[in-house]
């Protein structure tokens, strides 16, 4: 016989013969990393300081505001000790309680930053204005 027709094989073996073998080691290994991915998530999030990005954008703002009420704390008590009656509205500011201090330099205009409109960081400018020129 020169010539020989190939075997038939049927579509079960063949099946059969494409699946990967994978060894039973495998499984519990898969496992491992899985139970780790967890774990470090955790251990980072809880314990290592990890934040999300939502927790990052809301802290860095929150810096940005005190440094911008730091900057403008000082300008605003060279504005109110460079107008007119500078004793007298010290004296007035000292009799104010001191939980409304910073609303009467708001109202005094010298928590405004010069040539700036409204600022959203107005009132907590003027509290460290206030601070600031009259210690408790």
């Known amino acids: 016989m020169l010539f020989q027709l190939p075997r038939l094989v049927s579509f079960q073996s063949f099946q059969e013969a494409r699946v990967m073998k994978i ?10 990393a899985v139970g780790g991915a967890i774990a ?27 440094a911008v009420v730091a900057a403008l704390a000082p300008v605003c008590v060279e504005r ?12 007035a500011l000292k009799k104010v309680d001191s ?8 109202k005094g205009g010298w928590a405004m930053a010069p040539g700036s409109k409204a600022l959203d960081q107005q009132s907590a400018v003027a509290k460290a ?5 009259a210690p408790a």
């Open 129 to 133: 204005c206030a601070s600031l020129l």
């Open 80 to 91: 109110f000790q460079s107008s007119a009656d500078v004793a007298a509205n010290l004296a």
């Open 23 to 32: 060894p039973v080691e495998t499984k519990p290994a898969l496992w491992g």
């Open 40 to 66: 470090s998530a955790i251990i980072g999030f809880s314990w290592g300081g990890w934040v999300t990005g939502g927790t990052a954008e809301a802290d860095a703002t929150q810096r940005a505001n005190a």
């Open 99 to 106: 939980w409304s201090q910073g609303e009467f330099i708001e």
